[in-house]
């Protein structure tokens, strides 16, 4: 019989009153992929953070192989061969990516100083093993979040480990990326491996695991094989609904054309396009990565430069390239909001109370030299319409859950009262039951006459999120579909031009 590595048994933990996890216990065994799935605050990443030394549990053991063992700190756990990538990406920006794989551990020259030579080879052999061809001198600043979330997988992956813990390791990875990524941990899994998989993506569950363990509240749901799961029985352990309930239903009343674009390039040697989106729908950008998809986004904000074109939105003509100081202001004065993909960097204030993320396009609506005013009311009514879950309107965004973030950074401009949103990736890291509640919200703001035009690498989402969708290949639209008829096959055999 096949022994246990790791047995994490009735682990509890409280931070300030409020329990994270009470009596959890998780088995991993040698050669297995086992997938740790829940909502956002179910205690996922407490229970792994305490298994990689980050907490301390207050109750409760962990053994491996059979003796109880406890780490101080994560270089200890990693000391001891437990591995662990985190959603939140660790990366030093103001450093390269050598330094950066090394960092801690640099390797030294017989002369006793640093081997910067042996730190670029072996980064740019590890990052080669990813498909990635990065020059290891590169500032991790330079990098695009994709690129940044392979190198956090690159450093977690070369460490010779018995045990990896991989917490969303694909929210900013495309479909052929995740392949590469699922390659190499079936490599590992094979060598007698154990892997732990946290993902809220349905698909690569059960492409890649072979058990999942569910929490719910900070407890023990449940530990099934997912040969005997479905996607829908998996979701209904976790949130207690169906899979058919995760979209909201369509509606077919459309209205005046709010976004129409004609004749846009985005660089000089692309074809122009023209697409338009009308009150009450949602349009999708859909392709593989780097395809065009977010420059053509961008460009309505003025964070991208394109070739040229013309943009009419809310009844404001547009001549692209816009000018990019002041541009994001300008399009919000017509009633246009940005919800970018990086919500942490690009999006949220995260040393701020959500009062003043929620209130932000409220306040910058008003005349500078205006008193300003109180916004409370309408934060408590958008927190509540949107169920956002938190201690209150002066907690600190930072505090919050992944999918409350988000809800945040959406209520910025629901609260605004615009007209059209633009939305990148309005799902990335988000669990499923939030994920559920921002398609109804989206589906709401469309039908009280909004226009949303949207992008994000998994399509299933925009199949059953969008009413049509327009897929890119070389920085240009290629072809177009109505969502209820598309198809995953359908989709990608336009997107790669077939």
């Known amino acids: ?152 997988i690159a450093h977690g992956i070369d460490a010779e480990a018995d045990i990896f813990i991989l917490d969303e390791p694909t929210a900013a990875l495309n479909a052929a990326d995740v392949e590469i990524l699922n390659r190499h941990l079936r490599a590992l899994r094979d060598q007698g491996k154990a892997i732990v998989y946290i993902s809220h993506r349905m698909d690569e569950i059960f492409n890649i695991c072979d058990t999942v363990t569910i929490l719910k509240d900070g407890r023990f749901v449940g530990t099934r094989p997912l040969s005997e799961m479905t996607p829908s029985s998996l979701i209904s352990m976790m949130v207690g609904r169906e899979l058919s309930d995760l979209f909201p239903r369509r509606t077919q009343v459309t209205g005046e054309v709010a976004i129409e674009l004609a004749n846009v390039k985005i660089d000089t040697c692309s074809k122009p396009f023209s697409l338009s989106v009308c009150k009450g729908e949602i349009v999708a950008l859909a392709g593989l990565e780097g395809q065009g998809q977010q420059k053509i986004l961008r460009s309505l904000v003025g964070e991208y430069q394109p070739s040229g074109g013309n943009a009419v939105i809310g009844g404001h003509q547009i001549r692209l390239p816009m000018r990019a100081k002041r541009s994001i202001r300008t399009m919000q004065r017509i009633g246009v909001g940005f919800v970018p993909e990086d919500r942490k960097d690009e999006g949220l204030f995260l040393g701020l109370p959500i009062e003043h993320n929620l ?103 925009l199949i059953g999120l969008c009413d049509r969708i327009c897929v890119v290949h070389g920085n240009t639209v290629v072809a177009e579909m109505s969502a209820a008829d598309a198809t995953e096959h359908g989709i990608l055999d336009a997107a790669l031009g077939a």
């Open 1 to 152: 019989m096949m022994q246990n590595l790791i047995e994490m048994s009735r682990i509890s933990k409280t931070f300030g009153g409020s329990h994270a996890l009470r009596e959890v216990s998780l088995t991993l065994m040698p050669g297995t992929v086992h997938a740790l799935m829940g909502e956002n605050g179910a205690g996922k990443s407490t229970l792994m953070k305490i298994l990689a030394g980050v907490h301390q549990p207050d109750s409760g053991d962990i053994f491996k192989n059979g003796h109880r063992i406890s780490f101080s700190n994560p270089r200890a756990a990693l000391e001891f061969g437990i591995s662990t990538v985190f959603q939140e990406l660790s990366l030093l920006p103001n450093m390269s990516i050598a330094e950066n794989m090394f960092l801690g551990r640099e390797p030294r020259t017989r002369f006793g100083g640093i081997d910067r030579r042996g730190m670029r080879g072996e980064t740019r052999d590890a990052l080669a093993r990813l498909g990635l061809d990065l020059d290891p001198n590169m500032l991790v600043s330079e990098l695009s979040i994709a690129q940044r979330q392979f190198v956090e």
């Open 359 to 461: 209130s932000m396009s409220l306040h910058a609506a008003r005349n500078e030299f205006l008193i300003v005013r109180s916004y409370k009311d309408v934060v408590a009514a958008m927190m509540r319409g949107m169920n956002i879950k938190s201690a209150g309107p002066g907690a600190n965004v930072g505090s919050l859950s992944g999918g409350n973030q988000q809800k945040v950074l959406l209520g910025r401009y629901l609260a605004a009262k615009m007209d059209v949103l633009l939305i990148e990736e309005p799902t990335r890291g988000v669990d499923i039951g939030a994920k559920s509640e921002i398609y109804k919200l989206l589906r709401e703001f469309a039908n009280r006459g909004g226009a949303v035009l949207v992008l994000s690498r998994e399509t299933l989402e």
